[in-house]
């Protein structure tokens, strides 16, 4: 089984910043698998945004490209979502995955972006 908690998400500002964490645990070792980040806003399709492959290589979609950074932590078998510059727009339900066979989803953090 595999498990993912996130946490670190909150109430921001425009322009300020957050960093997501996924605390990944049961049969899962975060320098073998896919990682990733997904949102979902009200009314909307869950989407990509941030992914890195086992390679490191790491894929973001246009919209938060330059402004968002994805990063692990193997000691700490924890992926990160570093999200600066941060736009009303970003605001969603933010969702850790991984595929290992099947797709693994976290419970979701809120970020809501707002003055």
């Known amino acids: 089984q595999v498990q993912l908690v996130e946490s670190g998400g909150g109430l921001v500002q425009p322009g300020g910043s957050l960093r997501l964490s996924c605390a990944a645990s049961?049969?899962?070792?975060?320098?073998?698998?896919?990682m990733g980040w997904y949102r979902q806003a009200p009314g909307k399709q869950r989407e990509l945004v941030a992914r890195?492959?086992?390679?490191?290589?790491?894929d973001y979609v246009d919209s938060v490209k330059g402004r968002f950074t994805i990063s692990k932590d193997n000691a700490k078998n924890t992926v990160y979502l570093q999200m600066n510059n941060l736009k009303p727009e970003d605001t969603a339900v933010y969702y850790c995955?991984?595929?290992?066979?099947?797709?693994?989803w976290g419970q979701g953090t809120q970020v809501t972006v707002s003055s």
């Open positions: 890195i492959y086992i390679s490191g290589i790491e």
């Open positions: 049961g049969s899962i070792d975060v320098r073998y698998a896919l």
């Open positions: 995955y991984t595929l290992k066979g099947s797709d693994y």
